[in-house]
């Protein structure tokens, strides 16, 4: 649930209100008033999402986040990795959804899971113990070193703060899990120079904060997005752009980054979605 | 063992003005109908906990009833946001409502103090998080065997929990399935527990990846088929999506709010 | 997901010379033929950890595999000592046995830390006796909201945990039912984890009351008939009550024992 | 489990190494050498076990140790207590056994119960959290103030201690049930002067050392055994012979009983087992 977007400073919720961007303010709308170029068969939102699905092709377990996570690790199995176990929130291991989950708590979760239990138990013998591979989040504001905020926002001298949902499953996600995907539309919104408020830490504040805090799992490891991968130098754990989606440039990706967004020596391009994953992902929508 | 009761009665009986208040279930099992009746109760002032505030709260938030809420995540699940709870919290409106903020983790271990008679739980959690600012229930301890400071969170113990479930039969027994959530925890937490069932049966006959919880365990059992509704009662709904989507819009404006809130709540007749 | 092995095999891989093992079973589903294939191997210098020693570690201490024994209740529930047991504590007999020695509320607690992935577990117990004189995993910890002081005890996380368990899948994903104990706190605990079954099937059918541990969570599954007697596998055996009796006088004398260790587990051929 | 007797300091066992006494030192024997007069009809273990399922006629919950427990409160749901609701420490709460378990794992008692739960959860949120109104436990050792000894019993110089089973969930449960009856045969060899070892706290030092410690039951309220009950003095905590059974003398009493047993200004005599109560119990010893 950790993707819900919220609102931001100008009181509009940011990103879409629906689920992966099928809402008013969806996909094709940003699509068009972005100008951004993709190929003509498919959206930006799914070569975002086909990329964050191809990110789990090593993961055995996932701590499945709902909305464009939980797409993306359906749609890995449906392609990459169909023994992928899911793993939500709400207390199903190993479940199998014939159709998207609108909720963490969708019955089909239980139903077709290999065991359910009890949220305590879930999250701290499965989670906190160290045992999922991946976590897979979405975030409202993220920082250069994938640090996150889903708490609040400030939107400036005399108003209110912005009230975002708060922490959810994800502050232990973020720490417990053997690494950590996140996925999120690019825009400066989202993409800070500062947060507001940390409420999951990515990597603190650079390389060695993970360990000097004891936290467990190895931290973000990508940040996928509707322009392109961003993932940790293994230097200073600053984001680095190391892969564009087709047809997106590097000033692109800058134009929509809050802070002075640094490359990878090599700035790969991401594969086009195949025609099976485009069609995997669109059966996965339509159920 | 459980004295069953209707569901005003229980309210009556079970909920007062000021009273700390539970109402859980994982979106599955939320009982809706318990706060509706709390809300033509007029029952106020509470301090209101659950994980997941929902619809549910959005709804007891916006009728004014709440003055603090302890939570991990609140929005409209697959939706957006909760927005009385929003405007609550943002504008103040229609009161004040004063927050105690946590993980999901550390909700779940706060109950599970709670029903272990523990004073607060330990987890390794929150850590570089800004989350400690904000909360007067979370602190540290050290491990004595390894010198590891770890987070501490304190128990939950709210005066009255209410759960739904499936079955209960005539003692007071109750069984639910399905995703179970942290009801059990929050239920032995509570000094009181109601339990609003869609059946009441002869005998609980026992199901795959049920639990059950003793009629001794818990004060009152109500009879309320639907009474989760637009959560759902695996087994015997499913969940009302598109009442989850529809309340966006109904809740984004006050009067519109206010006018569903009469319309389908409080207005003489009405029992949703 | 797990490895589906012979029980030779699987112990010879999972358990070495040296190991904390933890062999659980409230009673039911006690892991008694892993148990003697680890005497078979000869596999030695072991930490026993279990709730109940039981005839199953009576056996192993008996066979002079162990060096310490990590406890809470050492009886041979209904019939009286486990003098393999005390020969061993009382006159070093075949080799001193070191104790660490709790409360089953707080030998449950440390099985739950080690599951948890934490270093230690709070419970409000041992006040006012003598057992925080016989070890050193008992400490206290202060509570940072009430300042009431409560035990800490230290995680367990065995090198290995053997559970008997009715079924699993090819996938190795097991499931187990009846009186589930402190298995899966135990195995989730455990750096790895050893499943004998009374079964393989194509496909878990989900049974009230069960725990299923999926086979991603456990290292080995091995197919073991009857693999629980002279405890029992709800569905499949009823407790061999005879033999548990019969036990204390096979036990009580040395000489005896031995025979019987010779008679039934280590001779050529032999498969208890 | 906690009546286990366990070794004593001349090696042999303490009481009856079978269950309630018909084991090999069972109760026809040592009311024989004893020369103990009870009516021809029953024997002191009967009238034991009588008179300690008649202290759970206000009962709604009780933790069940196996032995001398179980069997009294079995029985006691025959008799006085039909809604009893039988907790026992392997998970089973609510069962309702037609047998007596051997174990307190046996089958039946999980086949019968109202719901079984894990021994974590048991011990945690049932026990701990002060939810059962009686503990019913055996000893080895007691003393004057009730503590009971179940770990070790020192034989004298140069000779190893004597190991007892140990703790099980004797300590928990003398703390944190509702209050807590004791029921054990009575000999000075388990009614003791000083106890070797203090396993479970009964009311420690005296009166107010719950508090003090911070135990949140009564504690023991009672110790019945085959000669009669005591009490604990409403002043002191100490243990008061309250009650003796059918002809069965205060000096008789004295006489097992490790420290000078004081007596309460009153002592009554237990009314005899009825017809019904020894159909009852023979009838569940028989099953």
């Given at each position: 649930m950790r993707e819900e977007p919220g609102p931001v400073a100008d009181g509009r919720d940011l990103g879409a209100p629906g689920r992966d961007g099928?809402?008013?303010?969806g996909e094709r709308e940003r699509s068009g008033e972005d100008g951004r170029g993709v190929p003509a068969a498919c959206t930006p939102d799914e070569v975002m999402t086909v990329n964050a699905a191809r990110a789990l092709a090593g993961a055995r377990t996932c701590f499945v986040g709902i909305g464009l996570p939980s797409t993306a690790a359906n749609l890995a199995r449906r392609t990459c990795r169909p023994d992928l176990v899911l793993i939500y929130e709400?207390?199903?291991?190993?479940a199998k959804p014939t159709r998207l989950p609108l909720s963490i708590g969708d019955g089909e979760l239980a139903e077709t899971a290999d065991a359910v239990v009890s949220v305590p138990e879930m999250f701290n013998y499965w989670l906190q113990a160290g045992r999922i591979d991946v976590g897979f989040l979405g975030a409202a504001q993220l920082d250069r070193f994938a640090n996150i905020n889903t708490t609040v926002v400030n939107r400036g001298p005399d108003r209110p703060e912005g009230r975002l949902p708060g922490a959810g499953g994800a502050p232990e996600i973020a720490a417990s899990c053997g690494e950590v995907l996140i996925v999120l539309r690019h825009s400066t919104r989202n993409f800070v120079d500062r947060l507001d408020f940390v409420t999951s830490v990515g990597h603190g504040a650079g390389r060695g904060d993970r360990e000097r805090l004891g936290l467990r799992g190895r931290g973000p490891v990508a940040v996928i997005t509707d322009l392109g991968i961003l993932r940790p130098d293994?230097?200073?754990a600053e984001l680095l752009l190391t892969d564009l989606h087709a047809g997106v440039t590097v000033e692109q990706v800058r134009a929509a980054t809050g802070w002075p967004l640094k490359t990878a020596d090599q700035v790969s391009v991401t594969a086009p979605p195949t025609p099976a994953e485009l069609a995997a992902l669109r059966a996965l929508r339509a159920a | 063992m459980a004295d069953i009761r209707t569901l005003p009665e229980a309210v009556a009986e079970l909920i007062h003005d000021g009273d700390a208040v539970a109402m859980e279930g994982f979106t599955h099992l939320i009982p809706f109908a318990a706060a509706h009746e709390v809300i033509r109760q007029g029952i106020t002032d509470l301090t209101l906990i659950r994980m997941t505030p929902d619809v549910i709260y959005d709804q007891l938030i916006g009728a004014g009833l709440a003055r603090k809420l302890v939570f991990s995540w609140g929005g409209?699940?697959?939706?957006?946001?909760?927005h009385r709870f929003r405007d609550a919290v943002e504008n103040g409106w229609p009161r004040p409502l004063e927050l105690d903020e946590h993980s999901h983790a550390g909700m779940a271990n706060r109950y599970a103090a709670g029903a272990s008679g523990l004073p607060f739980a330990v987890l390794r959690g929150y850590r570089g998080t800004d989350i400690p600012r904000r909360t007067d229930t979370l602190a540290t301890v050290t491990c004595?065997?390894?010198g590891e400071e770890l987070a501490a969170v304190a128990a939950l113990n709210p005066d009255v929990t209410v759960i739904h479930a499936q079955q209960a039969d005539r003692e007071g027994n109750v069984q639910l399935w399905g995703l179970t959530g942290v009801q059990k925890e929050a239920a032995l937490a509570a000094r009181r527990a109601l339990v609003t069932v869609e059946e009441i049966v002869d005998e609980l006959r026992p199901r795959p990846g049920a639990i059950v919880l003793p009629g001794w365990a818990i004060t009152a059992v109500a009879e309320v088929p639907g009474?989760?509704?637009p959560s759902y009662a695996a087994g015997y709904s499913v969940r009302d999506n598109d009442f989850y989507q529809a309340w966006d819009p109904i809740s984004r404006d006050r009067e519109r709010f206010t006018a569903w809130l009469r319309e389908n709540i409080t207005r003489e007749g009405t029992q949703v």
């Open positions: 099928r809402g008013p303010a709400s207390g199903a291991l190993g293994p230097e200073s | 409209n699940p697959g939706v957006g946001s909760l004595p065997f390894t009474g989760a509704h």
